[in-house]
């Protein structure tokens, strides 16, 4: 099998010398180049699992090389090289579509975890992680143009290590998003950590996050690894990370910085290789504006923005939604289905709280339907209607239900007697008794198909029926 070839571009003869033996050490073939003119020669004869270039070369920068691949749609990752300390370099190049960096001077374990991801990413996809990813469907259901593009911008996003994060109100999915990304990435075999940063005490924050040594505090009885540790090689995801305290922040910037973190109570920093994925419901450029978040953080984080639509824009995807939640919610041997109207009454509403809105909607919606089909007034939403069906109640005090029904009693007039009636109650009780024994009497007292006919659920019905003592006909 042949040995994946790597281009190495760099003007300064010791750091190549450097890198091309650390790469022939690896089992690689390596081409080098010291100009932008030599790499594009090397680019149009060969093809490459990896480029490594500096970021300042004798005839340009390397970011004209990283824009060039990019647009070549050859897939192929390309990392930069930059100066100590230059956190701005890093960004910008991961923002033009670098898949990773490595900073001066050039640690080589840091380089050999960085090659070896790329390397992942570029082979076929025989890589366990990516091979399985590539044969399962995207866990994001639907097929509005939202969504189309969603899972094309994942797709693009996955083959990088770019810091990315994710926007959208709250139960939009941003979680399950993050996940697709890491399934997708040459990361998939590896960890992935998600940490609610709104529900970790500050006074835990730091072990929580970085770990700590045995004995480092009261109650440190043993050695513990940190959210960094447990998501090493993988992917940390950082939810509601607009909730950090300032104090965590600057910690939380070193650590991605640096791509190392110190336990608490230990002497030495341990490296880490995680790539962050950050989610919140809240506007982060706002929150810098008023001093709640640190600019040099969400400069880090905000590498690369993914937002994600709300369940409003993407009513299209609500067939398909609903039935792959009902077939979840219902569990093994068990069916749940839908009656008339329930689809079009949730479409005409709003869902504020968008897709676990709506699987909460579901499953209360579901624990009171007969037969596990749900009716519209199993839904219990305000504000939502009963699309293109004119109310049944409407219906059937201004007409019979059907022509030629028999007849119980004469229909009361909608809009009432000409004298007011001295007792309401009463008289509404009287009303939804005469309209309930019509259904029941065209229906042959066949109360499933009454409660549709009316457009309750059946278990309403029931207790209307014993509210109003109407009892079936004997015989």
């Known amino acids: 099998m042949t040995s994946p070839r790597v281009l190495v571009v760099d003007d300064e003869a010791d750091l190549r ?14 081409d080098s ?9 090397f680019l149009a004869q060969n093809d490459y699992g990896l480029i490594l270039t500096d970021m300042r070369l004798p005839d340009g920068l390397g970011l004209e090389l990283v ?22 370099n890093a960004v910008v190049a991961l923002k033009a579509g670098a898949f990773d960096y490595v900073s001066k001077p050039v640690v080589l374990d840091d380089l050999r975890v960085m090659v070896q991801s790329a390397l992942r990413l570029s082979a076929p996809a025989t890589h366990s992680g990516r091979a399985a990813a590539a044969g399962t469907a995207s866990r994001l259901i639907g097929e509005s143009a939202v969504m189309q593009s969603l899972r094309n911008q994942i797709e693009r996003l996955a083959r990088s290590m770019a810091p990315i994060a994710i926007t959208g109100e709250s139960g939009s999915g941003k979680e399950l998003v993050a996940r697709e990304i890491h399934a997708r990435s040459s990361r998939a075999g590896k960890p992935f950590i998600a940490v609610n940063c709104g529900a970790i005490p500050e006074a835990l924050m730091e ?68 790539r962050i994925i950050s989610a919140t419901h809240q506007n982060l450029a706002q929150c810098v504006e008023t001093g709640k978040f640190r600019q040099d953080l969400f400069s880090r984080l905000n590498v690369i923005e993914l937002s994600v639509p709300p369940l409003r824009e993407r009513l299209d995807d609500l067939g398909v939604l609903v039935h792959g939640m009902l077939a979840r919610l219902a569990g093994a041997g068990q069916q ?13 509403y709003s869902f504020p709280g968008n897709v676990r809105e709506l699987e909460n909607v579901l499953e209360r919606a579901l624990a009171f339907a007969n037969d596990g089909v749900i009716e519209v007034g199993d839904l219990s939403l305000k504000g939502a209607r009963v699309a293109e069906r004119p109310a049944p109640v409407a ?23 000409a004298e007011l009636p001295s007792n309401l109650p009463d008289y ?16 042959q007292f066949n109360r499933t198909q009454a409660a549709l006919l009316l457009g309750i659920s059946f278990r309403q019905l029931r207790y209307q029926m014993q509210k109003l003592d109407i009892q079936e006909p004997e015989g």
């Open 17 to 30: 010398e450097l890198l091309e033996i650390t790469l022939v050490r690896m089992g690689l073939d390596v």
């Open 33 to 41: 180049a010291e100009t932008l003119r030599e790499a594009r020669a």
């Open 67 to 88: 824009q060039e691949v990019n647009a070549s749609n050859k897939s192929t990752p390309i990392a930069v090289v930059t100066a100590y300390g230059s956190a701005e």
């Open 207 to 274: 072990a929580e996050f970085f770990g700590y040594r045995k004995g480092a505090f009261t109650g440190a009885a043993d050695e513990r690894d940190g959210f960094f540790h447990a998501a090493n090689g993988g992917t940390l995801m950082l939810d509601e990370v607009a909730d950090l305290p300032l104090a965590m922040q600057v910690k939380l910037l070193r650590a991605i910085q640096e791509r190392r973190v110190r336990k608490i109570g230990a002497t030495s920093e341990e490296p880490v290789d995680v």
């Open 336 to 348: 749940a289905a839908l009656g008339p109207q329930v689809l079009e009454t949730l479409s005409t």
């Open 395 to 417: 219906e059937a005090v201004a007409a019979p239900l059907q022509a030629g029904a028999p007849q119980v009693a004469a229909p009361m007039s909608v809009s009432g007697p």
């Open 428 to 443: 509404l009780e009287q009303v939804e008794r005469e309209i309930i024994l019509r259904a029941l009497t065209q229906t």
